[in-house]
């Protein structure tokens, strides 16, 4: 079993910085890629960021230059730094991991998801 809880979340102006942090535990082999995902209201969850183990990232368009996914491989942490906070960030934040919980078996986890929310 693999659990990913994710943290930092909140409200904030716009213009403003959130870090959203997520951490994997249990029965881990080895972690391959993790990312961050969102889901607005009313629309379909869309990836944010994502980073492979060897540390190659790759971002959504829309956060390009003002997001950045990092990962702690001791600690099984993914990290993504928001900076420039838009109110169409708006979103719950979902962290996922490619988690090998054995040397055969790999499966994608999810967290439980952190609201963020950009507003004056």
């Known amino acids: 079993q693999v659990q990913l809880v994710e943290s930092g979340g909140g409200l904030v102006q716009p213009g403003g910085s959130l870090r959203l942090s997520c951490a994997a535990s249990?029965?881990?082999?080895?972690?391959?890629?993790m990312g961050w995902y969102r889901q607005a209201p009313g629309k379909e969850r869309e990836l944010v960021a994502v980073?492979?183990?060897?540390?190659?990232?790759n971002y959504a368009d829309s956060v390009k230059g003002r997001f950045t996914i990092s990962r702690d491989n001791a600690k099984n942490t993914v990290y993504l730094q928001m900076n420039s906070l838009k109110p169409e960030d708006t979103a719950v934040y979902f962290c996922a991991a490619e988690v090998a919980t054995t040397i055969r078996l790999m499966n994608t986890y999810w967290g439980q998801g952190t609201q963020v929310t950009v507003s004056s």
């Open positions: 980073i492979t183990s060897g540390g190659s990232t």
């Open positions: 249990g029965s881990i082999f080895r972690i391959n890629a």
